[in-house]
């Protein structure tokens, strides 16, 4: 199986800041990365798929890049429904395997 | 657009069986994909494998090859997860999604399951 590591391992930000989350692939996914927002009691949700394009609906304050193995999801202007865990998942080889989460919370 | 309605919470003992749902609505196919998602208590989310809705192939994580059985009924549109045999380490919330390759744009709201003596 392929492993994802996010880092930070936690992730406290205020409200307008920009913060970076960052997943390592364990070998090359070329693009093959999506991020998921997930809040609890809520079924995780699409932010970014084939590592840097919004998912419909999505604000524009969400951002993401990178290839091969190193990959970023950027959040501008954090607002207060961006609190959540963010799950980093590859999609190049089954099992689609997900990053372990970074939660972040408000400082 | 496809929703995806899950069967409701369950509390089970250790060794019981149980088989929980995933159905789909608002799309006459059948020629797509389910998966199902773990996320035990204060933990990840895990791929546990996939199902076609139209054959029922399914393909397994490794890691729940021989653990659960997933299957699917194309008359209903429904996918399912059991076990035969369940363990306190089965609690968890599982959630179904369809995926796109891998990438899950719908998702089900999620089925708690407790095992609990």
């Known amino acids: 199986d392929i492993q994802m590591t996010q880092s930070p391992s936690s992730l406290s930000a205020s409200l307008g800041d920009l913060v970076t989350i960052s997943c390592r692939a364990s070998?090359?996914?070329?693009?093959?990365l999506n991020w998921y927002q997930h809040k609890p009691g809520k079924a995780p949700k699409l932010v970014i798929f084939?590592?840097?394009n919004l998912q419909t609906g999505v604000p524009s304050r969400f951002s993401a890049s990178g290839s091969g193995t190193d990959f970023t999801l950027t959040i501008n202007s954090l607002q207060p429904e961006d609190f959540a865990t963010y799950y980093c998942?590859?999609?190049?080889?089954?099992?689609?395997?997900f990053g372990q989460g970074i939660k972040l919370e408000i400082k | 657009e496809v929703q995806l309605v899950q069967s409701g919470a369950e509390v089970k003992k250790p060794g019981e069986s149980l088989k929980i749902s995933c159905q789909g609505s608002?799309?006459?196919?059948?020629?797509?994909?389910i998966a199902w998602v773990r996320q035990m208590p204060g933990k990840g989310l895990e791929w546990m494998g996939i199902?076609?809705?139209?054959?029922?192939?399914?393909i397994y994580s490794p890691s729940f090859q021989g653990q659960v059985t997933i299957s699917a009924d194309k008359s209903t549109t429904t996918a399912y997860l059991q076990w035969s045999s369940l363990k306190a380490s089965d609690t968890g919330v599982y959630y179904c999604?369809?995926?796109?390759?891998?990438?899950?744009?719908?998702w089900g709201q999620g089925t708690l399951v407790t095992v609990s003596s």
């Open positions: 084939g590592a840097s």
């Open positions: 998942q590859q999609d190049y080889s089954s099992p689609y395997t």
């Open positions: 608002g799309n006459k196919s059948t020629k797509y994909w």
């Open positions: 070998q090359n996914i070329g693009t093959y």
């Open positions: 199902t076609y809705l139209d054959d029922s192939d399914v």
């Open positions: 999604g369809r995926p796109r390759g891998g990438i899950v744009e719908d």
